[in-house]
């Protein structure tokens, strides 16, 4: 090859490099393994971590310890949607671009809404942006966030509008821990051209989604809900209470958490909003033979033809993991949904029993929850997840500091993959954390 | 004899003929699961949501069994070209082939099934593999410090920027918002400047295709945040003055940013830290290794220069005396926070299986053949398709189809779809935008000699046809499972969602 | 409008164009690896072998990288039809789905890497899944025990046929050599009785397909160690005189033995044991779900009446009183050891997999959607192409084409290779060898009616054409990666190992 | 679809059954399970189980803890392999045909035969299997199989050889562990038709294969070579000898062990006996276009033409693992391949050192190993297992009773995987074993 190119070495090939920046030695990396201690390197790591397949977890708070369908990966893994790049050539790509159009369709059918994108980072990059076009559309610098906001998407959201020089407007929480229509009215201001509603709110309490819909609409800014997309199964559709845009995190459809990554944020939106929405988009059309086919559309949004002028600046996005959830949504179908989602009210309903019986545990709020929900512990719950954890337990994240919780305060979920019996035992770790006098418990 | 073969090699090229399945919508029946969830086996308990909280009708999805489902997707995977059928010389993508060990070692139990709210206590394994995928990125970058948080190459030029822009505001020097971009950049990096809130300013390439020094100390100034450079540049050629490019930034109060996506070409070779830079972002699912999946997910992790770590977002991977490891939050106010929680952690995870795979010494060995493959294939294609800025190619080489055009009528286009009749992916065609009928091709390292000599003789092949039959380019491809598609019609009237089968045909 | 589309139905059928790959022997380059070994990393040593113990030369495999391996044997899989792309309904196959969550059950840690040697005490869960896969099998086919061991179908008539010899010769009855077979029998049933050192002897078949009483009684003898019968029979017909069978066998002082490779039509419906037989074996990769991998492994346990368990090979799992189980030995000459081991133990794992995830209900459901998807095909293919025996359908049915020969001239073979045009599959064809022009179709449980109604549209369609272009038929298959191959040349001229590329074209 | 058959419901399809074999109750099987409570239950199985993932293994006898690439599992769960029929229709099945096929090659390659099969069972029911090709292609009925035959092999054979009314002779072994060639002269009477030769054998040791076969050769008689497949990639193939038959357990290409099945046997031979063969055979023709394809061919020796006159019976055979080790080669390559054998020898020899230098524990026979080899110990050889194994390690085969080895030998096997480490624990724990009073140690 190296007569083809006309030189001597490989080495000429970089002597046009100024000699100065040259590395004159060579990387201080290890020497390279084989395959066979590469797999033995991470077997090591991996006996040092005790992740969910061994204890029994009731972390949520956004992501969750759900069924992943042994269908999925051998479809995923198939070389042809695994290898593949973006869908550059839409010829020789319509297998990722139907699917991409199809899992466009899915998160249509469960938002309600008109328009979906390709896929976002995660959940939290996915409302910021949507924040975004929301204040674009309506060329406003203000948005509203419910106190109850998950404080890793509020983080996020936070990054992001200083960047762009935006207000951050707290909505108040009543006693009852959901937005306060009345006094989420009082603070739309002019300004305002964006209101977050998260649904269930990071307490894993149902909103009143109706009222909060009516004064969003009433003020004229755009309501942008960010919502856990199992529980569209049964909770009204962001549609239907006048959302003009939804995000979420799709990780329950199919997706290992991965210690949280990577997940599966997803953006939908009305008609209006199609052309200022980020990411890629799908749109179906017909080729030169007049048959069906599928190409990237709308693609004027785009940074690689915006470039400053773009309505972001996401690239590659979650693609593999859009594919996961479409292959899950695909096995369940309306039923399925459906029963997914009484499988995780069943079960939250399950453990709030449990724990409405044990003396110096309750629930402080009492409004209607999907798979989650705070648990009041007369003690420290920060000392009852450590506690927990002695016997195989995830318990939950602890609410200290977060809308005015208490340090006895715990947000404990479930999915549809506990069992009576992991409930039951979480009751009986809860009544023996809360009777034993503190030393006892926590040495 | 031989069964179909590639042109003029014996190389076999495979053929495409495949049907798009119905939509999925319109399969199955009602009644019909792939899945089902457990019983409740617990005490009976009675779940009901007050009825004006819940959607007034299911979501309307078709209901397939589990067979529908493998048949559906697998009928869609066939219709799609990817590496482990053939090339994918698409230049600035660096597609290589993806190690299958990585994809084994992510799948582990005790790593794919961690949850984010867990803490150190139970993830110290993991908490160590990503503190050595730190430390070995800063060696190869020449860095001090470290962030994998960005999910993607874009999220890493955005935490850059934040970066560059928090370094700016500590000292007070809250004007410095210029950030000096070179014309042949990609369009992620005006982009990302943008959303951090600071803005982009556009510098002419020189006649070889590299910085113009001139016109950058023009435009330095005392608004002057810092430069995004691409290095090598989408021209696949080095910034040979970048010493005084550094100078210059330097000198105006500025900091220098790179956009490591073209890291493939110069491992082991030199490192932006030493050139100068003070930030980079690495594309870990290009350079390291991450099947691209039909779009991602990938990775891009960033470098910075030791003043710069205070403005990395936390939590932080911090190894103590005894050999453990915590989980560090970061002082002050959060103001680079860019993810829920530690970014694409199983890219991470694959790209430090690359790296121990390799070592260093393979990583080097790496971008050598990165570069020998890109200069074996430019020898052979220079004659049929010129390269304007050809001076010195390492991993990629952008080609002008401008000759075509004029002498056969035939663009850039139109060869990169013939090329797929031939069972070849095209090259990224029309980027850089400085090039006029772009046509870049990266051929990476992974590619056997047979592949390139495969191309070249498509090439020479197409080159051919262009000149006696150009209709061959131009209504091409023609063997695909489908035709040209109409992209205008697609965005003119947008049909995103699936209502129904198409009746517009 | 819609794509290529299944002839009279919307289902759309996936056209065929792929390349056979060049050999892997003519691939790769010296010097290339897919796969290092680890190096060693003890006290050095110096290990060599005499010269004389040595091979002369190494052996001469070709040089592949990984992603090299990747794409030949990618591109191969391309070529195959397979029952995740379309129907598969060969009869006496049982090509139904299979659930992809028994591959990942297998595959578990704990499972796939246990040692043969390793004993009860290192694997009690493995013991308790086998020992409740032998209880499963037994109330299914109503026998008191249970062998797991044989390996396939013919491994396990082969057992059953060591077990009927070891029991007549346990009673001096060492005369008793003749085992009976319907002319309608698998081809494996008689090669069976020959090794396992008996001598089968054909009955005729009656004119509905059953078995002739008269030639039965005619034949029993003090010779009669046994009879062998499927059931239902190869014709998909159940055998309705099987209670006087057994008791004209029983009294002529014979086992009897049931090839159950059919037990997919009767499942939860009726059993062997309540029928009269005394061993069956069960084709468990067919009815109860193994990927057939393009021809095994497979499972064929044997289930025997309690007199019969004495002759079971060892070593035979026991259940302890404390809940743990033991490997027992069996007592007396090992003469029914058939395998090193303990047979194909990951078949039978998923074969417990496929009985827990449906239950006994779910068995019998799979039995009567079996049956009722066959009787749906033939009500509507009947017309087109009689069924000689049409006397009560089960799970499949054998047709003639007889009718299509003479009126037009085409076979059966030509109708099978016509369907690969159209995407599907061809049936069985050319047996049972009772059948002129036999044409056996077994459509299974899972395939939807969509895909039922595809193929009877399809036939419809290619009956048409056998009348208008019969050369369609008899030049068919006209899509396909290859055509007709020349069978009766690789016969005469074996080539069966790779010497260079062919040069016989 | 009841309409269309004209009946009124499923069960009237089963009308016809008699009445008195009709099941009247359902089957007494459990309710069915969902695919996650099935996965949940396997998982307990195999958590009760301690296999080699978790052990340090030094078991072989035929079967060993070798590297599985990565690289397989993608390839052979794409369901165009996994889910594909016995190819009768070629057309559509060129992929196995020609996987095969490459299979049938490389088997050709390793042993220097000139026919391989598709695929036996396991190498016990292949070393049968090839023993009455050998006796049928010589008319004659007795075998000599040597004292130190694989166990389980000779049982295997034993019953088979009881059906067809063969008489078994058995070879001498002398005192050093492997044939006698003028003992196995005597005993090779007129009646001999074959003689089988396992090399290594099971004592681990390399056989004089060179004086065996000339022996066997002056008498007229087929040699029939059982050997470890990755043995021959540094020892002599069985041709060299004049094997006209070899066959043998490819269970370390590529395949899991999973308690010993699915395995997988390969069966090769002279050109002379290729009408005699078991099992299915690819051979490559051409089509009607004129290009190249494959076809099962030969199909005149099998039981689906031939009936009771078939040369075997096997019809399924273990076509995914001939594809797994089809794959594991094409890894390889020659200097794989002859990396992998001198991987193993050099762990061997590693391991034999490390006892040389124990008290109490002795080399009975000194004659070159490839993988394996007897440990003489002081002490029981089974109580020594059932110390390691409560450290962790499984430490090989107790040898007593076979071929005149004693309560003391203990049949200890390597592979590429084993590291300094493990072998120097292995010896580590033998020391321990063999310096404890016995109460100590099997206490
Ligand atoms: C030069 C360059 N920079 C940045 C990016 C953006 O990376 P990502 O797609 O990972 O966001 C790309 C990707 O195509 C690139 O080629
Ligand atoms: C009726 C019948 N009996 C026996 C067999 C043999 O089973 P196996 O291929 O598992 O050996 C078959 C397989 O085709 C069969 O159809």
């Known amino acids: 090859m190296l007569e083809v190119i006309g030189t001597d070495s490989v080495d000429d090939l970089f002597a046009h490099l100024p000699a100065e920046v040259r590395l004159d030695r060579p990387l201080n990396l290890p020497d390279g393994l084989t395959e066979e201690e590469v797999r033995r390197y991470f077997l090591s790591v991996a006996r040092k971590n005790h992740g969910q397949d061994e204890l029994i977890s009731f972390l949520g708070g956004g992501v969750y310890d759900a069924i992943v369908p042994a269908a999925i990966d051998p479809l995923v893994s198939r070389s042809e949607f695994l290898t593949a790049y973006t869908p550059y050539q839409p010829e020789v790509s319509q297998g990722t671009l139907q699917a991409i159009y199809e899992w466009q369709s899915y998160i249509c059918r469960l938002t309600g809404l008109e328009v979906s994108n390709a ?86 309490l149902v909103e009143q989604v109706d009222a909060v819909g009516q004064v969003v609409k009433d003020s004229g800014a755009v309501l942008v809900a960010a919502v856990n997309p199992v529980s569209l199964s049964v909770l009204k559709t962001p549609a239907e209470y006048g959302a003009e845009l939804a995000v979420g995190e799709a990780q329950p459809f199919g997706i290992k958490p991965s210690w949280g990554g990577p997940l599966l944020g997803f953006l939908a939106c009305t008609d209006a909003h199609k052309r200022r929405i980020p990411g890629r988009v799908v749109g179906r059309t017909l080729d030169n033979r007049g048959q069906n086919g599928y190409v990237l559309t709308l693609q004027t949004r785009e940074q690689h033809i915006r470039r400053e002028k773009a309505t972001s600046n996401i690239c590659s996005n979650q693609g593999v993991n859009a594919l996961r959830a479409t292959v899950y949504l695909a096995m369940l179908g309306t039923e399925g949904l459906v029963e997914l989602g009484e499988s995780n009210l069943t079960r939250i309903t399950a453990l709030k029993e449990t724990v409405r019986g044990i003396q110096g545990a309750a629930l402080p709020f009492d409004g209607p929850v999907f798979n989650e929900t705070v648990v009041r512990l007369d003690k420290s719950a920060q000392g009852f997840c450590t506690y927990a954890r002695r016997h195989g337990m995830l318990a939950g994240i602890p609410l200290e500091g977060f809308a005015g919780c208490g340090g006895g305060d715990l947000l404990v979920a479930v999915t549809e993959k506990r069992t009576g019996a992991e409930i039951a035992r979480f009751g009986e770790l809860l009544k023996n954390y809360l009777e034993s006098p503190t030393e006892e418990v926590t040495s | 004899m031989s069964n179909e073969s590639c042109p003029a090699t014996e190389v076999q090229a495979q053929r495409w003929n495949a049907t798009l399945p119905a939509s999925i919508f319109d399969k199955g029946a009602p009644g019909r699961r792939g899945l089902t969830f457990p019983r409740w086996d617990g005490q009976p308990v009675e779940a009901q949501l007050p009825k004006e909280l819940c959607r007034a009708e299911g979501a309307d999805l078709p209901s397939l069994s589990e067979p529908e489902v493998m048949r559906h997707f697998t009928q869609l995977s066939t219709l799609n070209h990817h590496i482990e059928r053939g090339m994918y010389p698409l230049g600035s993508c660096t597609m290589k082939y993806n190690p299958r060990v990585n994809e084994q070692v992510v799948a582990l139990s005790g790593l794919a099934d961690l949850h984010p709210e867990q803490g150190p206590e139970d993830i110290q394994g993991l908490l160590e593999a990503l503190d050595l995928l730190e430390r070995s990125l800063c060696e190869l970058t020449g860095f001090a410090a470290c962030s994998l948080i960005p999910a993607a190459g874009a999220h890493g ?155 990395l977002p936390g939590p932080r991977i911090a190894r103590q005396d005894d050999g453990t490891y915590t989980l560090e939050k970061v002082p002050g106010p959060d103001s680079t926070s860019i993810h829920s929680y530690f970014g694409n952690v199983g890219i991470c995870l694959r790209a430090l299986a690359y790296i121990l795979r390799n070592g260093g010494n393979g990583l080097t060995r790496v971008s050598e053949c990165a570069v020998l493959n890109a200069n074996y294939l430019l020898a052979q294609l220079r004659d049929i398709m010129p390269v304007p800025f050809d001076t010195g190619c390492l991993h990629e080489f952008v080609a002008s189809g401008s000759r075509w055009k004029e002498e056969f009528g035939v663009r850039t286009l139109d060869i990169g779809k013939r090329l797929l009749d031939h069972g070849l992916h095209a090259p990224t065609i029309y980027f850089p935008l400085i090039v006029d009928e772009a046509f870049m091709v990266e051929p990476t390292e992974t590619e056997p000699k047979e592949s390139l000599d495969c191309f070249v003789a498509t090439m020479k092949s197409i080159y051919q046809e262009a000149q006696t039959n150009p209709e061959l380019l131009t209504e091409a491809p023609h063997v695909t499972p489908v035709g040209r598609l109409d992209e205008a019609g697609a965005a003119r009237n947008p049909d995103l969602r699936y209502l129904g089968p198409c009746n517009c045909g």
């Open chain 1, 119 to 204: 896929s976002m980072y995660d959940g939290a990059t996915a409302l910021s942006e949507a924040i975004s076009v929301a204040l674009a559309s309506r060329r406003k610098k203000a948005v509203v966030l419910p106190e109850t906001l998950n404080p890793r998407y509020r983080r996020v959201v936070c990054t992001s509008m200083k960047g762009e020089g935006i207000t951050i407007i707290d909505a108040p929480v009543g006693a009852d821990g959901t937005i306060d229509p009345q006094g989420l009215a009082a603070v739309i201001t002019d300004e305002v051209g964006c209101v977050v509603i998260q649904n269930p709110n990071y307490l894993g």
């Open chain 2, 157 to 311: 030029e955005y935490l850059g920027m934040l970066v560059i822009r928090a370094y700016h505001q500590s000292r007070g020097d809250e004007d410095r918002t210029e950030i000096l971009i070179p014309d042949s950049a990609h369009g992620t990096n005006p982009a990302s400047v943008v959303i951090a809130g600071l803005k982009p300013r556009t510098i002419k390439s020189r006649k070889d295709g590299r910085i113009d020094l001139d016109a950058l100390r023009a435009a330095v100034s005392d608004k002057t945040a810092g430069i995004m450079i691409t290095n090598p540049n989408t021209l696949g050629l080095f910034e040979n003055d970048i010493q005084e490019v550094s100078r210059i930034i330097h000198e105006a109060g500025g900091r220098l940013y790179m956009d490591g996506a073209n890291m493939n070409a110069i491992m082991g070779k030199t490192r932006p830290g030493d050139m100068g830079f003070d930030v980079v972002h690495l594309n870990i699912h290009k350079t390291l290794s991450t099947p691209h999946g039909g779009g991602g997910p990938g990775g891009g992790p960033i470098c910075v220069a030791e003043d710069l770590e205070q403005f």
